[in-house]
């Protein structure tokens, strides 16, 4: 089976496509990741949050059908500026305050040219591996459990 080619990779990653790819992230290895970097960190003040809130889900039936509500989704965002001005925002999937405080520290982060880099290769990337890990495991579990169904045709009785 072929690996699944993320959107994401690119050898320079936008603010947009990190802030996908940070906000997407399993919880528990953002804060891993985060953690082992923490004590180098500059230090962020909160602005705004995190603030838990929910926002209106949109669908739309074929893609060309008129849209509907679909119902609510719980987010939570928070804002942080760095010591040297550099502001960090984040709205993330769930209830998770930490989550969105850590992405909003290193969006702030990300801003500056020295950090952009280190952050990329120690966070940003290897969760992106780990997003692709998951779904190609998804995909493989999915093909074996693939059922072919075919009608053999009957001659008239």
């Known amino acids: 089976m ?6 994401f990779d690119t050898a320079v990653l936008s603010r947009k496509s990190a802030l996908d790819i ?4 399993p919880a528990v290895l953002l804060d891993e990741r985060y953690s082992r970097m923490a004590p ?9 949050g995190p603030e838990i809130g929910t926002v209106m889900v949109r669908g739309r039936i074929g893609g060309g059908g008129a849209t509907f509500n679909l119902g609510e ?6 804002t942080i500026k760095l010591v040297t001005g550099e502001v960090g925002h984040s709205i993330v999937l769930g209830r998770d305050q930490n989550k969105a405080r850590i992405v909003a520290h290193l969006d702030a982060l990300r801003q500056i040219d020295t950090w952009q880099q280190r952050i990329d290769d120690e966070i940003t990337r290897p969760i992106l591996s780990a997003i692709n890990d998951e779904k190609q495991k998804r995909a493989e579990e999915t093909e074996a459990t693939k059922v072919d169904f075919f009608t053999v045709t009957r001659g008239e009785d």
């Open 2 to 7: 072929t690996r699944i080619k993320h959107p």
């Open 22 to 25: 940070l906000s997407a992230a």
């Open 73 to 78: 989704a719980s987010v939570t965002r928070a």
């Open 40 to 48: 180098s960190l500059p230090t962020a003040s909160p602005v705004r």
